[in-house]
């Protein structure tokens, strides 16, 4: 089985045993007592043995020969899954019996379960070698992004996803509630006291968006996304953030995004946007730095998948990714093996 392949790796000690076989002092000559041998005193016989060259070749070769075969029993890949239903965990909790008449209408009852992964389009591609020649595969999710392009299997592949909730009019209590459930993003403000009040009412405005609550800090930690340097001398050197805002002069190359002037560059401590003052002056201001943040500094949301069926499109899986073929060690392995019986067959003559 291909998923306990790196288990041969195990049968290691089984070299120990051509290094027994050619410790063991074996009678190479018949001998016979002579009549007058009775008269002598009885003696245990005794033998030296004297390795020569072509034997210490030959326990080379048995020894090279083991660790070849191992090695390509290790990496050969023997495809062992039959039909495959893979569920996403939250959704199998959620509505049970939603996924089992899902996977008896693709008619795939009898099938073995899997979680489904993270990013399952693309562990699928590399993993579809675990998979027997006319396996079907199913994939159960409440949501999936969009690839950029179908994946190209050589399995059949059957994808159903939830249908979104519907939209309602939300309830103030509720609106409060969802607000104050959504994660809180670590931001660093450092400024004068005067400008403080400034900045706090900038991210209270930001907060009230469906992307979070912001979490203004004194000094940055690892999770602090953003780092406002808004003083005129330079930011500590042992600070450091995916993002700064600093204040400064206007460059030549500076680009002007939403009506913002700014300058891009990448530094040790992280990506710095320069521009002469980051403090919004006016409710357009804050709404343009605010798009600005979310078009290159957020990833942009993935589309849904719809419901998605596929025939096979390959005729055999993709090569294992960074995986050397092993016909190479087989290949060896004949070598090798014809290199020992030639020397024994010397040996013996």
Avoid: C
């Avoid at 930690?221 to 003083?231: A, M, P, Q």
């Avoid at 680009?255 to 002469?276: C, E, F, K, V, Y």
């Avoid at 343009?288 to 719809?306: I, K, N, S, V």
Wanted: overall charge positive.
């Amino acid at each position: 089985m291909a998923s306990l392949q790196p288990l041969w790796w195990f049968a290691l000690p089984v070299l120990l045993l051509p290094i027994w076989w050619h410790m063991q002092k074996r009678e190479r000559v018949k001998t016979e007592l002579l009549a007058t041998a009775r008269f002598l005193p009885a003696a245990a016989p005794q033998q030296q043995r004297v390795p020569r060259w072509i034997e210490l070749l030959l326990l080379v070769l048995r020894l090279l020969l083991l660790v070849t075969l191992i090695a390509w029993l290790a990496v050969t890949t023997i495809p062992w899954r039959g039909d495959t239903v893979l569920i996403e965990a939250p959704l199998e909790s959620s509505d049970p019996a939603g996924v089992v008449q899902q996977v008896a209408a693709a008619g795939m009852t009898q099938a073995a379960r899997l979680p489904l992964p993270s990013d399952a389009l693309s562990w699928l591609v590399h993993h579809e070698h675990e998979w027997r020649p006319g396996a079907r595969l199913l994939i159960l999710a409440s949501q999936l992004p969009m690839p950029a392009e179908p994946p190209r299997l050589a399995h059949p592949l059957d994808i159903r996803t939830a249908p979104a909730p519907a939209s309602s009019a939300a309830h103030p209590a509720s609106t409060a509630a969802s607000a104050a459930a959504l994660p809180a993003h670590a931001i660093v403000v450092a400024t004068t006291d005067a400008r403080r009040p400034q900045w706090q009412a900038v991210f209270a405005a930001f907060g009230t968006s469906a992307v979070g609550r912001y979490q203004l800090q004194q000094a940055p930690t690892s999770d602090t996304e953003l780092i406002v340097w808004d003083r005129p001398e330079a930011p500590p050197a042992n600070w450091h953030a995916p993002l700064w805002w600093r204040s400064g002069a206007a460059t030549a190359n500076a680009l002007t995004i939403n009506g913002l002037r700014m300058h891009i560059a990448d530094a040790p401590q992280g990506r710095i946007w320069t521009a002469p003052d980051w403090l919004p002056a006016n409710e357009s201001g804050a709404a343009a730095l605010y798009e600005t943040w979310q078009q290159l500094a957020r990833p942009t949301p993935a589309y849904p998948m719809p419901q998605y069926a596929s025939s096979p499109t390959r005729s055999a899986p993709l090569p294992l990714p960074g995986v050397e073929p092993a016909q190479w060690l087989a290949w060896a392995l004949l070598a090798l093996f014809a290199i020992e019986r030639i020397l024994t067959h010397v040996r013996r003559r």
